[in-house]
């Protein structure tokens, strides 16, 4: 009867990220970007980089190992924020 319990809870833990759509490799909140995924939005989405939590990443990749940050509160031509690619230890996941 041990062995039954485990299964409708394990089934339970999986249906609640089901809901959840898949974190892709590469994301950007840049809605104007080819890596925005407007589903994965609806959701709090965290980072990790290099083991502390970042509120404040524009764009991240997980294979290659970088994030995009603002530099400041410097803005380009068009209004939006220079970012600098940082290289480190990736990780996201939702909240």
């Not at 319990?5 to 950007?28: E, F, G, I, K, Q």
């Not at 589903?39 to 965290?46: E, K, N, P, R, S």
């Not at 502390?52 to 190992?65: A, I, N, P, Q, T």
Request: aromatic share 8%.
């Amino acid at each position: 009867m041990d062995s039954t319990t485990p299964s409708p809870d394990a089934s339970d833990a999986s249906a609640a990220p089901a809901d959840r759509p898949a974190l892709p490799d590469r994301l950007s909140v840049d809605p104007r970007s080819p890596h925005h995924v407007a589903a994965v939005f609806q959701h709090d989405v965290g980072i990790r980089f290099n083991g502390k939590d970042r509120f404040d990443v524009e764009e991240y990749c997980l294979s290659e190992g970088w994030i995009r940050v603002p530099a400041g509160k410097t803005l380009d031509r068009k209004g939006r924020p220079l970012t600098i690619k940082l290289k480190g230890q990736v990780e996201a996941f939702y909240r």
